[in-house]
């Protein structure tokens, strides 16, 4: 009981072709004129590319240290 409590995200549930799981991974945030998302688990990480070429789309990257997840999406 201890280490659930310790580590609430030991067994967190969430697999690979539903990662970055919304409300569990990460919240999104709605900015002005973007996108941003803030982390809710402490072994996943979200990072943001520079807007890139004539379309001037950004990459977010999710990735999870604990399973190896990893996912980039385009907005």
Do not use: N
Request: proline letters at 5%.
């Amino acid at each position: 009981m201890e280490s659930k409590e310790k580590f609430p995200y030991e067994h967190c549930g969430v697999s690979e072709d539903v990662f970055p799981r919304m409300g569990k991974c990460c919240d999104k945030k709605d900015a002005a004129f973007v996108f941003s998302y803030a982390k809710l688990c402490p072994y996943c990480r979200v990072s943001t590319s520079l807007p890139d070429g004539t379309s001037l789309k950004m990459a977010t990257i999710f990735e999870c240290g604990k399973l190896g997840y990893g996912r980039r999406v385009t907005e």
